[in-house]
């Protein structure tokens, strides 16, 4: 019998529970949809490979991710090219997930498989909104006379739960018509404040990591110059630590484009700071 020791698969301060734990990691390695540089699908397993270099310890919240009582439950293995079974079997795990009284924090994976998460935690939650961090704004009906695309999740997610129910930062890309509505349902929000309307409402948090510049971020299907700095980012995430965030996702990790592996070191700090607004 070997007696390593061996290395954890897990991501670094993950429990080895699940039935104790107040939240749950989960792959979503999927990216069928990508509409520029593909390698989504890498993201998850990157992360938690890139995760032993970091300290578990959250300077930003005074908090050790090993007393958050978190379990990585690895993977979803999804099939290549069948979007809508994908979303199923996400939408069936994460439903698990609220059932059994979790947190979801999912990492993927292109930015399309978070409709799936939100259409299961909105059966729990009716009155859901959802905050949006990305250079994008995902606004499409469809894409290449496609519905599910990573580049329209936003405008799925609006048909669920309402454009009034839906905060967006860090946009600076898309196209003349999704910016039309941006604008008409005022879903852009520049100053922190404009965010407390959702103070007493359930909220799903997604980060698409293109978010940031990537001067920081280059590991990323399409990278937009402007971005936040990850100090801008933490500034917002700090505004939310006394919101009532039941969820949350970051997404569109694309690991081997950025050899540095800076992508998947930030990527990894941002997991152990939502952690800490669960």
Do not use: C, N, W
């Given at each position: 019998m070997l007696k390593g020791p061996f290395l954890s698969k897990d991501f670094i301060g993950a429990i080895d529970d699940y039935l104790k734990a107040k939240i749950v990691l989960l792959g979503m390695p999927y990216d069928c949809t990508c509409s520029n540089r593909a390698g989504t699908r890498f993201g998850p397993q990157a992360a938690r490979l890139e995760s032993i270099g970091i300290e578990t310890y959250s300077v930003y919240f005074n908090s050790?991710?090993?007393?958050?009582?978190?379990?990585?439950?690895?993977d979803l293995e999804y099939p290549f090219g069948n979007a809508q079974k994908a979303l199923d079997i996400t939408e069936d795990n994460v439903d698990i997930i609220y059932s059994d009284n979790k947190k979801l924090l999912g990492i993927g994976g292109e930015h399309l498989i978070t409709l799936a998460s939100v259409k299961s935690v909105l059966?729990?939650?009716?009155?859901?909104?959802?905050?949006?961090?990305?250079?994008?704004?995902?606004?499409?009906?469809?894409?290449?006379?496609?519905?599910?695309?990573?580049?329209?999740?936003?405008?799925?997610?609006?048909?669920?739960?309402?454009?009034?129910n839906i905060a967006q930062i860090g946009l600076r890309s898309g196209e003349k018509a999704e910016f039309e509505i941006v604008k008409k349902y005022n879903t852009l929000k520049i100053d922190k404040q404009e965010l407390d309307k959702f103070k007493n409402k359930p909220i799903f948090l997604t980060i698409d990591l293109d978010v940031l510049d990537p001067s920081l971020m280059s590991g990323v299907g399409t990278p937009e110059a402007g971005g936040l700095t990850y100090k801008e980012l933490m500034d917002w995430l700090l505004y939310l630590k006394d919101f009532n965030i039941i969820g949350a996702d970051?997404?569109?990790?694309?690991?081997?484009?950025?050899?540095?592996?800076?992508?998947s070191a930030t990527c990894c700090k941002l997991v152990r700071e939502v952690l800490n607004l669960l």
């Open positions: 050790d991710m090993e007393d958050l009582a978190f379990f990585d439950a690895g059966k729990k939650y009716p009155d859901l909104a959802v905050i949006q961090f990305d250079a994008h704004t995902d606004l499409r009906s469809q894409y290449l006379d496609e519905t599910l695309t990573h580049s329209g999740v936003m405008y799925q997610i609006a048909q669920l739960i309402g454009y009034e970051i997404m569109e990790l694309a690991p081997d484009i950025d050899i540095t592996k800076t992508s």
